[in-house]
């Protein structure tokens, strides 16, 4: 019991430093919440159409269908790409090693990163809501089931990308090129799982590659929380599938614990 109060006040500790490093960098803090935030912006304004339901039912806008996605996206842009490229700079700048040598439990590193990643999650979906009700006029649910599915979507999202992001880093093969080989699966994965585009434009071929990885199902479960049930027809299988993007979510959870465990290196020089 005293060694795991111990480890929960390093971790704290370690929490508190990455916190404090994170709002101390503009660049981080651009593209973690002013980029979310340009995007929700720009696309709204730009296709302020609706989509037509059938008939007796109430047309959807484009940013209500829009939002629930964009809060996906930003779960796993604070999650996996923050992760991936923070980590893997400091892998490569010395920064872990330089750490091995400290008394700081390696379990208190991650449990800082871990941290970071769901503090900035939480934050990242209320900015998004705020902005998308306040501006354009999205109707957040008001039913508590719903607020807990959106509850459970982003804990297991942020959880799956995070340790995805510390696996991934194993194909980083310098702090300089970090941004540029953890960027563009996260930019496609958004535009095949229906972040920018209503999913069912997606050609049938991009939608099963995006049903592979967590973004699609993530996507899938926030807009089920946010949209009426006649637009699950453009879904992959037709339906929100509630159940299965849980299972599949879990599942990724799992996996990417096993991935992060085989792939992540403390010190990059040890192969």
């Not at 300089?176 to 434009?201: D, E, H, R, T, W």
């Not at 299965?244 to 992540?264: D, H, K, P």
Request: one cysteine or more.
């Amino acid at each position: 019991m005293h060694d795991l109060r111990r480890l929960g006040r390093f971790v704290l500790s370690r929490l508190y430093i990455e916190l404090l490093t994170f709002v101390r960098t503009p660049d981080a803090l651009f593209f973690t919440f002013l980029l979310p935030v340009l995007f929700v912006l720009v696309f709204s304004m730009i296709f302020r159409g609706d989509i037509e339901g059938p008939p007796g039912s109430e047309p959807v806008s484009f940013p209500q269908y829009f939002v629930p996605g964009m809060i996906a996206a930003g779960v796993m842009s604070v999650t996996f790409v923050n992760i991936a490229t923070g980590v893997a700079t400091e892998q490569h700048d010395g920064l872990l090693r330089r750490l091995s040598a400290t008394p700081l439990p390696r379990a208190a590193y991650f449990g800082g990163k871990v941290g970071l990643a769901f503090v900035t999650s939480v934050l990242i979906v209320l900015v998004i809501l705020a902005l998308g009700a306040l501006a354009f006029g999205v109707r957040v649910p008001t039913e508590p089931e719903k607020w807990g599915v959106l509850a459970a979507v982003v804990f297991l999202g942020a959880g799956s990308c995070t340790l995805l992001g510390l696996a991934y880093t194993r194909l980083i093969g310098s702090s300089g090129s970090a941004a540029a080989v953890v960027q563009p699966p996260y930019i496609v994965l958004q535009f095949i799982s229906g972040v920018f585009i209503q999913y069912s434009m997606v050609p049938g071929w991009l939608q099963a590659v995006a049903s592979v990885f967590p973004l699609k199902w993530m996507a899938q479960v926030t807009r089920s929380v946010f949209l009426p049930e006649w637009l699950a027809y453009s879904e992959y299988g037709g339906g929100w599938d509630v159940g299965t993007s849980f299972a599949v979510l879990l599942a990724w959870f799992a996996g990417a614990a096993v991935l992060a465990r085989l792939a992540f290196r403390w010190d990059r020089g040890a192969g």
